[in-house]
């Protein structure tokens, strides 16, 4: 695709419910990132994936925070049980693995847990 | 200290000025810097990359690179109101897998 797609744009969970946020990287691009931004901060490191290998995973902030790559393109985070304090815009990102290693961000998913 | 550090402002400048945007990072051995313009509610967006010492310019934006200070600092001449945004500094840390550590952003407002 053109840029790097999310799904769904917003969700809204109640307390305790699981949620799955879904993200199309740029077509080749075989790393993909997860960040977690919270209103007025700069985005927090979640986890990567090279092709369908999570190479690092240290920024996922509970083991409730679960993320696949399984065929290498497409890429789901998982949350379980959300927490209010999952309320966050999630974000994806996408780049090439060799040459320079600019990455470029997904429109995001707002999820607000009620 | 956190491991990128910029001024959270905000920065206001009238229409027509350059506006400067400064960033410090803490790890020496940090290679690649990037900076994002982003608009409220929407995501961030690329707008440079500095990978050496000195100076990278395109269009109205120049990023400067001092790895000696470990700074970082976008120009934007000939500021617009359309530039009005928050600007994230971003660095790939040594030790890192690939991943980017953003700073918490600078909100800069051109004024007409």
């Known amino acids: 695709g053109a840029g790097v797609s999310q799904s769904p744009r917003y969700k809204v969970a109640k307390r305790g419910q699981d949620v799955a946020l879904r993200c199309d990287p740029i077509?080749?691009?075989?790393?993909l990132f997860w960040y977690q931004q919270a209103l007025g901060q700069g985005p927090e490191f979640l986890t990567y994936?090279?092709?369908?290998?999570?190479?690092?995973k240290s920024g996922l902030p509970s083991d409730r925070f679960f993320a696949e790559r399984p065929e290498g393109s497409v890429s789901t985070l998982k949350i379980q049980r959300t927490q209010q304090e999952d309320s966050a815009v999630y974000l994806c990102?996408?780049?090439?693995?060799?040459?320079?290693?600019?990455?470029?961000f997904g429109q995001g998913t707002r999820l607000t847990v009620v | 200290q956190k491991e990128v550090e910029q001024n959270s402002g905000p920065l206001s400048v009238p229409e027509g000025a350059i506006a400067s945007l400064n960033c410090t990072y803490s790890?020496?051995?940090?290679?690649?810097f990037f900076w994002y313009r982003q608009y409220s509610g929407k995501s961030p967006e690329l707008i440079m990359s500095?990978?050496?010492?000195g100076d990278k310019e395109d269009g109205r934006f120049t990023a400067q690179l001092n790895k000696a200070s470990q700074y970082v600092s976008l120009l934007i001449r000939d500021s617009q109101p359309s530039d009005s945004a928050t600007y994230l500094c971003?660095?790939?840390?040594?030790?890192?897998?690939?991943?980017?550590?953003f700073g918490s952003g600078t909100q800069l407002t051109v004024l007409p």
């Open positions: 990102a996408s780049s090439l693995l060799t040459g320079n290693t600019e990455a470029f």
């Open positions: 077509s080749g691009h075989v790393s």
């Open positions: 994936f090279q092709n369908e290998a999570q190479l690092d």
């Open positions: 790890d020496r051995g940090s290679q690649s």
């Open positions: 500095i990978y050496s010492n």
């Open positions: 971003a660095a790939q840390l040594s030790g890192s897998a690939r991943q980017l550590t």
